[in-house]
């Protein structure tokens, strides 16, 4: 289960931004998950209240935004999705092939409420 | 955002990086950050700077990875007999209890630093960082880290290694790399290990463990090793040096900075690296 380790580690960089921004919560959280991460979304939504408890991001919404196994091919270069574990160009067949998207475990964006957003101002202008 | 490490943006991806783009509103108010910075960024940090201490010392890391019991262990006691003796050796265990693996590396004569992981399922950059605080690298050319018996989560922690090894035993069946694909595409090698149980696991074909490892577009080499025979031990001795020979002829042509080479753990790490979550 390194889910609860992934979680803590994404826990620390969520409370860093908050931190910084000055917010009173973090409302969601998007992460961007690749099959050949590693990481099992289910398992890290399931680490995830462990992990935020008694953080400023303990109320958010965890989003998990899952990527395409996407590679292209050496030999002809031709761009396709593919599962995870055959990543053989569809096209011609040939193996030798490059991963251009699907190993990402990204934190993506963060929506934070913060004492001035609550209280209904006008977004600033600049 | 990572302004300086750019850690996992992917061709995939980059296009999704646009400058400017760093804070909104949302449609209810709220603040909005783009951040698109890999989850593991800590560990990687970590990874990288063990990294610069293997490097500025000549020494090669290689990191082994299999499930439980893949022999693993009995890999690195049957090496040290095989490898070439001009490389000296260390070993760095890793293991959720026990000081089991290190004290049969150390009955060969061999220092061995174990690690014990409690809970964690894997070994991780910072763990690997601690253990070399007891382990003097100018004494060594090759450190051999034995990862946790495990197939899935040692592959999302980079510690610092040059090279990944991955065994897959004859006994667990040769559909391995298409049910564990992010595992086997982390290896730089691949050992399909208890060779000599081949005769009595006909349903084995080695040739199929071949064609899984390409539909991943696996490109690493295998080797075909028992541990008890001996198969495959000189291809692995030969590989092994290999990868040490590349390294050094490597690291001469790219000499490590001066300011790491006199980096000790007696002073506190200073990282440059600015982590500019700001905006
Ligand atoms: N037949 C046969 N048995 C082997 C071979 N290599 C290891 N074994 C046996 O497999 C068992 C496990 O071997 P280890 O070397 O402890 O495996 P490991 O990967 O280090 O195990 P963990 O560290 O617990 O994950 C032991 O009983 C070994 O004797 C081999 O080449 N052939
Ligand atoms: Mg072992
Ligand atoms: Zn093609
Ligand atoms: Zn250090």
């Not at chain 2, 089991?100 to 894997?122: L, M, P």
Request: hydrophobic share 35%.
């Amino acid at each position: 289960m390194h889910e609860l380790a992934i979680c803590q580690s994404l826990i620390d960089q969520v409370e860093a931004i908050a931190h910084e921004r000055q917010a009173e919560s973090v409302v969601s959280i998007t992460i961007g998950l690749g099959a050949l991460s590693g990481v099992e979304p289910q398992l890290l939504k399931h680490a995830y209240p462990v992990a935020s408890a008694g953080t400023v991001a303990r109320d958010a919404e965890l989003m998990i935004d899952e990527l395409p196994t996407r590679i292209r091919c050496n030999a002809c270069e031709t761009e396709s999705d593919v599962p995870p574990n055959k990543l053989v160009c569809p096209a011609c067949g040939e193996w030798r092939t490059t991963l251009i998207s699907g190993d990402e475990l990204l934190l993506m964006s963060v929506e934070l409420q913060t004492a001035e957003n609550r209280g209904g101002d006008a977004p600033p202008t600049s | 955002m990572c302004n300086t490490c750019g850690c996992n943006i992917t061709p995939g991806n980059e296009e999704l990086i646009r400058p400017g783009g760093k804070l909104a509103k949302t449609e209810s108010g709220n603040e909005a950050v783009t951040v698109l910075h890999s989850l593991l960024h800590e560990n990687d940090h970590t990874a990288s700077h063990n990294r610069e201490h293997f490097d500025s010392h000549n020494v090669l890391a290689i990191n082994l990875m299999s499930s439980p019991g893949a022999g693993k262990t009995a890999l690195l006691e049957a090496s040290i007999k095989q490898l070439d003796p001009k490389l000296r050796i260390a070993v760095i265990e890793g293991d959720l209890e026990t000081e089991n693996d290190a004290e049969r590396i150390r009955k060969h004569g061999v220092k061995a630093i174990q690690i014990a992981t409690g809970s964690a399922c894997h070994l991780d950059a910072h763990m690997i960082h601690d253990a070399l605080h007891n382990l003097d690298l100018s004494e060594y050319d090759v450190v051999f880290i034995e990862n946790v018996g495990n197939l899935v989560c040692p592959a999302s922690f980079d510690l610092g290694q040059h090279q990944n090894v991955a065994l897959l035993s004859v006994p667990e069946g040769d559909d391995k790399p298409a049910k564990y694909p992010v595992m086997f595409r982390s290896a730089d090698l691949v050992m399909i290990s208890k060779t000599d149980l081949l005769p009595y696991l006909d349903d084995f074909k080695t040739e199929r463990t071949r064609r899984y490892l390409q539909d991943i577009a696996s490109t690493a080499p295998i080797i075909e090793l028992s541990s008890k025979s001996g198969e495959g031990m000189s291809d692995w001795a030969d590989w092994v040096a290999q990868q040490a020979a590349e390294r050094r002829s490597y690291l001469e042509a790219h000499p490590v900075a001066s300011e790491h080479k006199h980096h000790t753990h007696e002073h506190e790490h200073q990282h440059t690296h600015s982590h500019a979550h700001s905006s």
